[in-house]
């Protein structure tokens, strides 16, 4: 079985740039999770998908930051415009429903920002 | 507002010793309590969790201690092995469709020494 799969691995880009990540969550995996870990950090929620709706995006600073989830299986997040302080690596994690406690993480895409 | 405190920052073990790490949490309405382990340059996985409805799990090498009344948390990692070598975290969340909304500790990076 395939894990959750994110692309690009790796970028970078000049501050006021945009940037956008993809992640596609494990097969039948309704729940989705974009989740930011800084250096040294341990992970923080910024948006929380149930099929293809945001039930939890409170920590997702709307000002640059977007995502969606078209159909419901894999996502987008967006940043724009890149600052400095957005440097961090962006971790999407999907659960089924009748595991939510059970997290399953991409390997990240590690955003640099100069 | 930190709610969920982990100790120590680093640890350094020899090989076969017991390895404990810490965790502290404010929010008495976290009902579910896992712990994650992260290789470098991947996601984090989960490693074993607990419910407050039990003061101990036990999975293999890996123990959860649950104290409740004073809202503390603990992996014991027996015979530690150099593969265990990773960042480990605490995290902690309410219970129903809140599960996989995460609340993570700042980590502790394990280094077992051969």
């Known amino acids: 079985e395939a894990g959750v799969v994110q692309s690009p691995r790796y970028k970078i880009i000049e501050k006021k740039q945009p940037v956008a990540f993809w992640c596609n969550p494990i097969?039948?995996?309704?729940?989705l999770y974009w989740y930011l870990q800084n250096l040294g950090q341990g992970p923080e929620l910024l948006i929380r998908?149930?099929?293809?709706?945001?039930?939890?995006d409170s920590q997702l600073p709307k000002d640059r930051f977007s995502a969606e989830r078209l159909k419901g299986v894999d996502s987008t997040l967006k940043i724009q415009p890149a600052e400095l302080g957005d440097s961090a690596v962006y971790l999407c994690?999907?659960?089924?429903?009748?595991?939510?406690?059970?997290?399953?993480f991409g390997e990240g895409s590690r955003l640099t920002v100069l | 507002q930190q709610q969920v405190k982990q100790s120590p920052q680093s640890l350094i073990v020899q090989k076969g010793g017991i390895s404990i790490i810490n965790c502290a949490y404010e929010?008495?309405?976290?009902?579910?309590f896992p712990w994650y382990q992260q290789f470098p340059g991947k996601g984090p996985a989960l490693l074993i969790a607990?419910?407050?409805?039990?003061s101990e799990k036990k999975e293999g090498r890996f123990t959860i201690s649950f104290n409740k009344s004073a809202k503390q948390f603990s992996l014991h990692i027996m015979d530690s092995q150099p593969g265990d070598s990773a960042t480990y975290f605490c995290?902690?969340?309410?219970?129903?469709?809140?599960?996989?909304?995460?609340?993570f500790g700042q980590g502790t990076i394990l280094t077992v020494h051969p």
């Open positions: 994690a999907s659960s089924s429903r009748d595991r939510l406690g059970e997290l399953f």
């Open positions: 097969s039948g995996h309704n729940t």
């Open positions: 998908y149930e099929n293809e709706e945001a039930v939890d």
């Open positions: 929010n008495t309405a976290f009902d579910y």
């Open positions: 607990i419910r407050p409805d039990v």
């Open positions: 995290a902690a969340s309410k219970g129903g469709t809140s599960y996989g909304k995460l609340t």
